[in-house]
């Protein structure tokens, strides 16, 4: 009996030692499997999807071997990504949803700053890597032209507002501008503008933008003020505004030169993707993968 306890026991030890898999000799980790398959988790929890454990750990470690393989032939080819490419990207996604919500999603997936900036960064090089597979000039306008004719469902434009807005550090700076504004009765324009000069705060023509790019309660206020109005304060991520719309524009069916580079992109996203799971296919038949998840 403390043979076969032994025996056992070292198959046990045998088995978690072995890495999740290899790819052309190089190991995917245990642990680097059950990081991606935690933040995945999560993911799919914050959209209220059933979870199978099995398949999605099956899954995720297909789509390891996958950016494996991809990876080793970027840095063949010389496609890399700095640290200062990746925090540019944090950057914008702390600007977007905000410093607190950022650190939560880190800690509900388990991650460390250092490990989301190097997903970060495999990410970027594996973008770049994928942008290799055709030119912007392999779409031509014949193409782009056809698209927008021939698509099963217009090309819709989506209700937009020209604005100016003006930002504040503080919500008392928003306040006391807002009430000195309406007592003066005065010009949005004009005072927005003298603000500015006295480096009071920043003003911006905005120009026409979605009211969706905003925050969900200040895009409510946006839409909700009409053709010549303003109102605010509004609080933002980090700061607090006034905003004026100038004018707006309806949803409707979008012209064709309005909507052409959106086509041309896309086309080209799909030409670039199609190659390259083309080429992911012959790769992963022609290397030698081994998985271990039993």
Not at 157 to 177: T, Y
Request: proline share 3%; aromatic share 8%; hydrophobic share 35%.
């Amino acid at each position: 009996m403390a043979t076969a306890l032994l025996v056992a026991g070292i198959f046990l030890i045998s088995a978690c030692s072995k890495p999740a898999a290899t790819v052309n000799g190089k190991k995917i980790t245990r642990e680097t499997l059950e990081m991606h398959l935690k933040e995945r988790v999560a993911d799919h929890k914050g959209q209220n999807v059933t979870i199978d454990d099995k398949k999605l750990r099956e899954s995720v470690l297909q789509e390891l071997i996958s950016e494996r393989i991809s990876l080793d032939e970027a840095a063949a080819r010389g496609i890399t990504a700095s640290d200062a490419d990746a925090d540019k990207e944090i950057d914008a996604i702390k600007q977007r949803f905000g410093d607190d919500m950022f650190q939560k999603s880190l800690k509900e997936k388990g991650l460390t700053l250092d490990t989301f900036r190097q997903r970060v960064k495999e990410k970027i090089v594996l973008g770049r890597f994928v942008e290799t597979f055709a030119k912007e000039s392999d779409v031509t306008e014949a193409e782009v032209s056809d698209r927008y004719k021939n698509s099963p469902k217009p090309f819709i434009k989506p209700a937009r507002v020209n604005m100016k807005i003006v930002e504040f550090q503080s919500e008392e700076a928003a306040r006391s501008a807002a009430e000195d504004l309406k007592k003066a009765n005065a010009d949005f324009d004009q005072y927005a503008d003298q603000l500015g000069k006295d480096n009071k705060a920043n003003v911006t023509d905005y120009g026409w933008v979605s009211p969706e790019f905003f925050s969900p309660s200040m895009a409510a206020a946006i839409k909700a003020l009409k053709d010549g109005q303003y109102g605010g304060p509004y609080k933002g991520q980090k700061s607090f505004y006034l905003v004026r719309v100038k004018e707006r524009e309806p949803e409707g069916i979008a012209k064709y030169e309005e909507v052409k580079d959106m086509i041309r992109n896309m086309l080209l996203q799909q030409k670039r993707t199609e190659a390259y799971l083309k080429w992911l296919e012959q790769k992963r038949t022609a290397s030698k993968i081994v998985t271990n998840l039993s």
